[in-house]
C-alpha cells in the first residue's frame, strides 16, 4: 500500500498493552515484544513494533498485565510432584486426630485394597497439637492389611505404620543405615519415624516400582501445572523417584517426542553414593538429549537432611535439642572424593546444604576439587544455603559457588527457626540480600512438593518476607527483603547464569530465547499484591503459547 511502512520481518507473535520488563538495564521498561520461532525478534513501543506486524502475525493483547521474562525453577522435584497430587494430602494437618481422618478419608475414596501401600506427604510435627512426632501407634485401625510410607514435609523424614514397618523388613534388631537413622524408643523398640535418605531408602525399596507409563503420566501432570504456574524451564531432581537416570530420561523424551512437554527441562542427576555416581557419570557422558527441551543439569548430592526434622549438619547443637547436631549423609572424604569426581568430568555439582556444617564440607570438597583439577568458572552451586554466615558467604564467593535458594522458606520456616538455631545463627540465615550484597550469584526455586510450585508465590516470599497471612507483621529479619527486581531475577537472571545460558536466556532483548511469563496486575507499583495474587494468565516457552488464560 502506498505511505505504508515496509515490512521488516513478519513476526510470529506480538505481545502488547501490558507493562513490560526486560531486565535489560539499558532499556528496562518497552510496551510490546515481538517474536519470531523461538527468539525474541523485537522489543519497543507499539508504534514501532507495528513495522513486524504482517497477515499470519498473532497479537495478544496484554492489558492489565505484567510481561516478563520467563521464569525458570531452579531447584524442585516435577517427578515427586506429579506422584503426590495422587496420595494423600497432609500438608497443614493440625493434630493427630486429623492426619487419622485425612488417610482414611483418602483409603475409602480410592477404595485401595488390602496389600497395597498408602503413599503420602506433607505432615508437619510443628503444626500438630500434640506437639510431638507422630508414631505407627497413631495410625493403628486404619487399614492395617496396608502398608504405609508418609513422609514430612521435608521430605527428610517418613512415618510407618505397624504394617509398612513389617514389609521393608524394619525391626528393633535392624541398625541404623549409613546415610539414616531408625528413630527408636524405650527398649530400642521402633517408632515408626525414620530420618533421612539411608533409612527412607530401605523402605522404598519395598514398594513396588513404577512402570513407565506411570513415570509419563506423573511428569506429564506435573510439567502441565508447571506451565500453568508460569515456568518455562524446570531444573528437576527425578532420579530419586524415577528409579534411576535411564527411567527419567525416557520418561522425558517420551513427552517431548508426543509433544506434551511444555517447558525445558534440566535433569539434575542424583547421586547417592561414589559407585551411583561413576554409574550415572558413565550413562550421561553417552546420552545425546533428543529434544533440544531436554539437557544435563548438574550431579545433586544431598549432604544433610532439614532443619524441621534436625537432620540439618550444624556445626553447634540444636538449641531447642541439646547434643544434637542432625545428619551428614557422607563422610568428609567420601564428599570429597564424589565432587572431585564430577569436576574433573566437567559437570557443575549442586550440593544440598541446609546446616552450615554441610555448608563448610561442601565448600571444603569443592576447594579440594579445584586444587586438584583447576577450572575456571566452574559455576558449582548450593542448593538451600539456609543456615549460613559471612565466611561462608566469603568462601563460596572466593570459590565462584552459586546459591539456589527457595525464598518461599521462609513464609514456612520462620516461626521455628529462632527456636532451632538461636537468634544469633537466625540473623545470618535464609539472608539473601547480604549473599548478593556480597557478590554471590544467587537462583530462585521452589523445591516443590516441599512448597507450592507457583514462582509468583516465591516472589512474594522474597519481597515481604512473611506468610500468605502476613505473618510476621513487617516481615521476618526486614532487612533482608529483596526489591521486586532484585527478586524477578532470581527467577530469570539468576537462573540463567547457574544454566550458563546468560547470554540467551533471563531478559526479554532481540535474539533471546522467547521465553515470556505473563501475569495480572501491576508488579513495580503493587509488588506484594501482585505476586500473592497468583494470577498467571499466559506462559511463552522458546515461542509456544504452552498456557493461556483469558
Avoid at 44 to 63: C, F, H, M, N, R
Avoid at 75 to 81: A, F, G, N, V
Avoid at 429 to 444: E, N, P
Wanted: glycine share 12%.
Amino acid at each position: 500500500m502506498a505511505g505504508s511502512a515496509p515490512l521488516l520481518m513478519e513476526a510470529d507473535l506480538v505481545l502488547r498493552g501490558g507493562r513490560v520488563l526486560t531486565l535489560v538495564p539499558e532499556q528496562p521498561e518497552v510496551e510490546a515484544v515481538a517474536v519470531r520461532g523461538n527468539r525474541v525478534l523485537a522489543v519497543g513501543t507499539e508504534s514501532e513494533l507495528k513495522a513486524y506486524l504482517g497477515p499470519q502475525t498473532e497479537v495478544i493483547d496484554a492489558q492489565g498485565l505484567t510481561v516478563v521474562p520467563g521464569l525458570t525453577d531452579t531447584h524442585l522435584h516435577l517427578l515427586h510432584y506429579g506422584f503426590a497430587l495422587n496420595q494423600v494430602d497432609l500438608g497443614g494437618v493440625r493434630s493427630v486426630g486429623e492426619l487419622r481422618r485425612r488417610v482414611a478419608d483418602f483409603v475409602a475414596q480410592r477404595k485401595i485394597k488390602p496389600g497395597r501401600w498408602v503413599l503420602g506427604r506433607g505432615w508437619d510435627q510443628n503444626l500438630l497439637a500434640e506437639g510431638r512426632l507422630p508414631r505407627k501407634e497413631d495410625l493403628d485401625g486404619i487399614a492395617p492389611e496396608n502398608p504405609m510410607l508418609l513422609s514430612r514435609i521435608c521430605g527428610h523424614a517418613a512415618l510407618l505404620n505397624r504394617r509398612g514397618l513389617e514389609a521393608a523388613g524394619l525391626t528393633a534388631a535392624t541398625p541404623d543405615p549409613e546415610g539414616g537413622r531408625l528413630q527408636r524408643g524405650e527398649g530400642g523398640e521402633l517408632t515408626g519415624i525414620v530420618f533421612e535418605l539411608g533409612a527412607i531408602g530401605l523402605v522404598q525399596r519395598a514398594i513396588p516400582a513404577a512402570g513407565p507409563a506411570d513415570l509419563e503420566e506423573a511428569l506429564a501432570l506435573a510439567t502441565a501445572r508447571a506451565a500453568q504456574a508460569g515456568l518455562t524451564e524446570a531444573h528437576s531432581d527425578d532420579l530419586g523417584s524415577a528409579g534411576g537416570f535411564a527411567r527419567a530420561a525416557a520418561a522425558y523424551t517420551a513427552l517431548a517426542e508426543g509433544g506434551r512437554l511444555p517447558l525445558r527441562i534440566r535433569m539434575a542427576l542424583l547421586v547417592g553414593s561414589l559407585g551411583e555416581l561413576k554409574d550415572v557419570l558413565a550413562a550421561a557422558q553417552d546420552w545425546q538429549s533428543p529434544s533440544e527441551l531436554i539437557s544435563l543439569g548438574p550431579i545433586k548430592i544431598v549432604s544433610d537432611g532439614s532443619l524441621g526434622a534436625r537432620t540439618a549438619a550444624l556445626e553447634e547443637p540444636y538449641s531447642d535439642a541439646p547434643g544434637e547436631r542432625g545428619l551428614m549423609n557422607f563422610a568428609a572424604e567420601e564428599l570429597r572424593e564424589m565432587v572431585t569426581l564430577a569436576h574433573r568430568a566437567g559437570f557443575q555439582v549442586a550440593v544440598h546444604v541446609i546446616g552450615d556444617r554441610a555448608a563448610r564440607l561442601a565448600l571444603e570438597a569443592v576447594e579440594a576439587a579445584q586444587a586438584r583439577y583447576p577450572r575456571p568458572d566452574a559455576r558449582h552451586r548450593l542448593v538451600h544455603c539456609q543456615i549460613m554466615n559471612p565466611a561462608l558467604w566469603e568462601k563460596m564467593r572466593a570459590l565462584g559457588v552459586a546459591g539456589d535458594v527457595q525464598p518461599r522458606f521462609v513464609a514456612s520456616d520462620w516461626p521455628m527457626v529462632e527456636s532451632r538455631v538461636g537468634k544469633e545463627r537466625a540473623r545470618t540465615s535464609y539472608a539473601w540480600k547480604s549473599m548478593l550484597a556480597r557478590g554471590l550469584h544467587l537462583a530462585g526455586g521452589s523445591d516443590c512438593p516441599v512448597e507450592p510450585l507457583d514462582p509468583l508465590l516465591g516472589l512474594h516470599a522474597a519481597i515481604a518476607r512473611t506468610d500468605p497471612a502476613g505473618n510476621p507483621a513487617g516481615g521476618w529479619q526486614p532487612a533482608e527483603k529483596l526489591a521486586p527486581l532484585t527478586a524477578l531475577g532470581l527467577f530469570t537472571e539468576g537462573a540463567a547464569y547457574v544454566a550458563r545460558a546468560e547470554g540467551e536466556r533471563g531478559r526479554l532483548a532481540p535474539g533471546y530465547l522467547a521465553d515470556l511469563t505473563a501475569f495480572a496486575g501491576d508488579y513495580l507499583a503493587a509488588p506484594e499484591e501482585t505476586a500473592l495474587a497468583n494470577d498467571v494468565r499466559l506462559t511463552i516457552s522458546a515461542g509456544r503459547v504452552v498456557y493461556r488464560r483469558s
